[in-house]
């Protein structure tokens, strides 16, 4: 609480007004959480077309890369805080997807063919 008085008779004690934090507002929360829904909506709905099974494990991860950034950004208020926490939460994150991918190089899962080295037809 704050104490206001113009130095004559008794101080009268006035709330302090509350620090104004930027942020969304329900409408906005509303908003993620709809595209969130379709974006799930999205997904299920690629596991059925046959004409994207080539790339189908790619688009999943597209979408979910895409709803994880916007729960990060929205509902874990990245979007609304100080940069640095926002800096504090992707390099780690983008420490470990290298260390993910660079795994799967490494024990062949991806960059390769499928076919052993040396194996010759016939």
Same mark, same amino acid.
């Given at each position: 609480m !704050? /104490?206001h @008085?113009?130095? !004559? @008779?008794p $101080?009268a004690?006035?709330?302090? !007004?509350?620090?104004?934090h930027? &942020?969304? &507002? ?5 908003? *993620? ?5 379709a974006?799930? $909506?999205? !997904?299920? =709905? ?12 790619p ?5 979910? $890369?895409s ?19 926002s800096y *504090?939460?992707v &390099?780690?994150? *983008?420490?470990?997807? @290298?260390?993910? /991918? ?5 024990f =062949?899962?991806? =960059? ?6 040396g194996v010759s037809g016939?």
């Amino acid at each position: 609480m !704050e /104490i206001h @008085g113009s130095g !004559e @008779g008794p $101080a009268a004690a006035v709330p302090a !007004e509350p620090a104004r934090h930027p &942020g969304a &507002g329900p409408r906005t929360y509303l908003v *993620v959480a709809a595209f969130l829904v379709a974006i799930t $909506a999205m !997904e299920v =709905g690629v596991f059925y077309v046959p004409a994207l099974a080539r790339v189908l494990i790619p688009l999943l991860l597209l979408l979910s $890369a895409s709803k994880f950034a916007l729960v990060a950004m929205f509902y874990m208020h990245l979007r609304f805080d100080h940069p640095w926490f926002s800096y *504090v939460f992707v &390099g780690p994150l *983008v420490v470990a997807l @290298g260390l993910a /991918i660079a795994l799967l190089w490494l024990f =062949g899962h991806i =960059g390769t063919t499928g076919l052993a080295v040396g194996v010759s037809g016939g």
